[in-house]
């Protein structure tokens, strides 16, 4: 079945450590999405990329990073500069034509919890 | 503003209907959707509608969208526990290439 995978599920970081969330999917989509989400603040976005080699930011992006080297992968980096990322982390993908997300809209992965300690 | 408005907090008893209402902002959104997540989940797609559409149902869910007043609402009938979730209203504004989400409805259901 085509779907979505993010890994880990619960990720614990150290201070002035950097980690890697993963997100992979097997649909073929074009777009993919990382937001954050905060109790009460709802969904953040922080990167996206609609094409292989190319991404932007969102309107969080400080204190993070991604890469688009492959269609089917889009990890995003948690760097030291970010000063508050304990949040729950989700990524999404889309089919698109032409620019326009198609009627499914996103498909979601199932988040990875972050935790500093 | 690009804002997607709901309400934050709903509380139903069980067996009655829920509605949750979203007002949106663009006017050339193509299609609205509703999402929903359950505790430590994703998001998961319930229903969309068209622009072009004023009601869409699906078994005890029915949306209904009034272009003119950009409202959007989402009902569910005879609510039951599974349905303790929190609700994403969400745009695709043709300018655009992301999906605009509001806050999200936490739906609490009391006994």
Known sequence: DGGITQSPKYLFRKEGQNVTLSCEQNLNHDAMYWYRQDPGQGLRLIYYSQIVNDFQKGDIAEGYSVSREKKESFPLTVTSAQKNPTAFY???????????ILNYGYTFGSGTRLTVV | GEDVEQSLFLSV???DSSVINCTYTDSSSTYLYWYKQEPGAGLQLLTYIFSNMDM???QRLTVLL?????HLSLR???TQTGDSAIYFCAESPNRDDKIIFGKGTRLHILP
Request: net charge positive; charged share 45%; glycine share 8%.
């Open chain 1, 90 to 100: 989700l990524c999404a993908s889309s089919a698109t034509r032409a620019g326009r």
């Open chain 2, 13 to 15: 008893r069980e067996g």
């Open chain 2, 56 to 58: 869409k149902q699906d």
């Open chain 2, 66 to 70: 009034n272009k003119k007043d950009k």
């Open chain 2, 76 to 78: 569910i009938a005879d």
